[in-house]
């Protein structure tokens, strides 16, 4: 099994991830946030990567170290349980539908972290998130966990819609990656042999 737990534990956060990537999507979620707890959810369902997340932050400050820390043990707890990626498919594109918006999200897990967002907001929170934090989740996330990550929303008017098509997006492009190619199940995809 592809499985992986990670404790972080800061003067800011303390957090207890788990992950299984050949779960059926099955979650447990408490950061705090409702909106996070919502689009994480959102994350383990659509990718069918079994994620139990416990957050415990400094809420009483505001929310930037909740969600930054929470993205990077799951990015952590992600390359972890990919080991030394041999045999995955490595690529993973989604387009996310949701009512009038369309996003569309491209990874690869190539080691090699970068980022980049388009998916502006024109609010300044949903629930109680703050939605500057939102593209500082996926930043944070791809670089904890190695990945290469494009998201772009097309177009759609819902703030709602929007951030959750940007994170079912991500679970369908990972879902795709993380599946272990039956063609070369033993082989790293990469021509230099590492990832």
């Given at each position: 099994?592809?499985?992986?737990?990670?404790?972080?534990?800061?003067?800011?956060?303390?957090?207890?991830?788990a992950?299984?990537?050949?779960?059926?999507?099955?979650?447990?979620?408490?950061?705090?946030?409702?909106?996070?707890?919502?689009?994480?959810?959102?994350?383990?369902?659509?990718?069918?990567?079994?994620?139990?997340?416990?957050?415990?932050?400094?809420?009483?400050?505001?929310?930037h170290?909740?969600?930054?820390?929470?993205?990077?043990?799951?990015?952590?707890?992600?390359?972890?349980?990919?080991?030394?990626?041999?045999?995955?498919?490595?690529?993973?594109?989604?387009y996310?539908?949701?009512?009038?918006?369309?996003?569309?999200?491209?990874?690869?897990?190539?080691?090699?972290?970068?980022?980049?967002?388009?998916?502006?907001?024109?609010?300044?929170?949903?629930?109680?998130w703050?939605?500057?934090?939102?593209?500082?989740?996926?930043?944070?996330?791809?670089?904890?966990?190695?990945?290469?990550?494009?998201?772009?929303?097309l177009?759609?008017?819902?703030n709602?819609?929007?951030?959750?098509?940007?994170?079912?997006g991500?679970?369908?492009?990972?879902?795709?990656a993380?599946?272990?190619?039956?063609?070369?199940?033993?082989?790293?995809?990469?021509?230099?042999?590492?990832?």
């Open positions: 099994m592809r499985t992986a737990d990670i404790h972080r534990e800061t003067a800011e956060t303390s957090i207890d991830v992950v299984n990537l050949d779960g059926t999507g099955v979650y447990t979620v408490s950061t705090g946030i409702g909106f996070l707890d919502h689009m994480l959810e959102q994350l383990s369902r659509h990718s069918l990567i079994d994620m139990n997340i416990r957050t415990v932050g400094d809420l009483h400050v505001d929310q170290h909740t969600t930054e820390d929470t993205a990077i043990a799951i990015g952590e707890a992600v390359a972890r349980a990919l080991g030394d990626k041999r045999g995955i498919t490595r690529y993973g594109t989604a996310a539908p949701m009512d009038e918006t369309l996003t569309r999200v491209s990874l690869d897990i190539s080691g090699r972290p970068w980022l980049v967002f388009k998916a502006p907001s024109t609010v300044a929170r949903l629930g109680e703050d939605t500057e934090l939102i593209e500082h989740w996926f930043h944070s996330f791809s670089q904890a966990a190695g990945i290469t990550l494009h998201v772009e929303n177009y759609g008017s819902n709602h819609h929007v951030v959750e098509s940007c994170f079912k991500l679970a369908r492009a990972l879902r795709q993380v599946e272990i190619d039956p063609r070369k199940a033993d082989a790293i995809p990469s021509t230099k042999g590492i990832l």
